[in-house]
């Protein structure tokens, strides 16, 4: 079928993408789901800091590839061997796929699937093929969603069937944002009730690890970023403190270890900035954890002190998915969502449609906005 998608035909196009236009919206083909898939009528699809990095180069991919993978969407059409979705379910994808056999999936950690991530590096369905397709030549998709589209063919190891009373544009975030922020702090971190947690970074990512520290009972919750809206948001959601890095003023180890008697139990780095986890690691309290969630390019590195991992017995933990098994995690998150105790109908900010991606993505590389979702 021909469906209209935003393909990335190269990476690295300068900033402002209003004027380079990384992203064209154009008509590609889109081949039928093969055996265990399903065609995808994609809904609503957040921009997410992943997709930036691959428009900006930062975390290349191979082009051309249709980008997006924080979905939602209903089952349009089921191919051969699918079991448990029908036609008109609603779902949300998830960026890494699972075989159910390798070591990873059989330890319980699907999230680390080795064929899944391989199939991701080369922008290929798990078969090592593509869908998508223009004037016969390939199209790669990104995390086996490609989801900046009106349709998507995904495996079925890649969704996890909702309930369909959650409005799409709600629905997206739980693919991404939410089970990654959310699962830092449940899964990786394992938070106990009352440790004292902070967040460096907030983003759709960082906001949904403090809305999740907050659900589960952290005693002082502290926010960390650059931007003082997104600080100011932090505390009306209920954290204690919020600290600006920028702030020439304050020296924000300082001010988060007085806030905290020492530092936090856990401190989640959720910028994907490597100045963003070595203060999420000067922050932790001696036996404390320090979790990695953000993702930049791949020659950021940081140094930390051998001392003080193994004197103050200190944890550094990478936390990829949010350590989730996404058919277990995303229906809980969304039950506490209708709850009224994960509210992440607040990190949203303005909807905006296919031809508006490229100064969506502006607005994200500036920093200036919350959650951005595109509606189709
Ligand atoms: N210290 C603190 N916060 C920072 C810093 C810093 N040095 N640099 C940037 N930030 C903040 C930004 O101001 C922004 O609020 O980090 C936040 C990042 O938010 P988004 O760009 O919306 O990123 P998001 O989509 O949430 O993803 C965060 O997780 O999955 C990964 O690849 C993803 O690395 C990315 C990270
Ligand atoms: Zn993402
Ligand atoms: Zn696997």
């Known amino acids: 079928m021909r469906i209209k998608a935003a393909v990335l035909w190269e990476s690295g196009k300068p900033h402002p993408f209003t004027k ?3 992203l064209r919206i154009e008509e590609i083909e889109l081949d039928p789901p093969g055996r265990g898939e399903l065609l995808i009528q994609i809904k609503a699809v957040g921009l997410c800091h992943s997709d930036l990095l691959a428009i900006n180069g930062e975390r290349a991919k191979p082009t051309p590839m249709v980008i997006g993978h924080e979905g939602a969407g209903v089952v349009a059409e089921i191919g051969a061997g699918v079991d448990g979705f029908e036609v008109g379910d609603h ?3 998830v ?5 159910g056999r390798c070591e990873m999936c059989r330890q319980g950690r699907p999230a680390l699937c080795q064929p899944a991530t391989k199939a991701n590096m080369a922008g290929t369905m798990m078969d090592g093929s593509t869908r998508l397709h223009k ?3 390939r199209i790669f998709h990104h995390s086996g969603v490609a989801a900046f589209a009106e349709f998507a063919v995904i495996s079925q190891n890649g969704l996890v069937k909702i309930d369909p009373g959650v409005a799409f544009e709600q629905a997206a975030l739980f693919g991404c944002a939410v089970i990654t922020g959310v699962g830092a702090v449940v899964n990786t971190a394992n938070i106990r009730l009352g ?5 460096i970074g907030l983003g759709g990512v960082g906001f949904s690890a403090l809305l ?5 009972g952290a005693g002082r919750v502290i926010a960390v970023d650059i931007n003082d809206d997104k600080l100011q948001l932090a505390l009306q959601l209920g954290a204690h403190e919020a600290f600006n890095v920028k702030n020439e003023n304050d020296d924000c180890v300082e001010c988060v270890r007085t806030a905290t008697s020492g530092g936090v139990h856990i401190a989640i780095e959720t910028a994907g900035v490597p100045q963003a986890l070595d203060l999420a690691y000067k922050v932790t309290r001696r036996g404390g954890a320090t979790v990695a969630v953000g993702m930049p390019g791949p020659d950021a590195s940081i140094s930390l002190s051998h001392l003080s991992l193994a004197g103050e017995e200190r944890t550094l933990k990478g936390s990829y998915m949010g350590s ?3 058919s277990r995690d995303i229906p809980r998150y969304i039950g506490l969502f209708q709850d009224g105790k994960l509210p992440i109908d607040r990190l949203t900010s303005r909807q905006i449609a296919l031809d508006d991606l490229n100064e969506g993505f502006d607005r994200l590389a500036d920093g200036s906005t919350m959650r951005q979702v595109l509606v189709l």
């Open 91 to 93: 779902v949300v994808p």
């Open 95 to 99: 960026y890494v796929s699972s075989c």
């Open 20 to 22: 380079s236009q990384p």
């Open 195 to 199: 440790q004292s947690v902070a967040i």
């Open 212 to 216: 999740a520290a907050i659900a589960a």
């Open 135 to 137: 004037n016969g030549n």
């Open 324 to 326: 989730c098994v996404p």
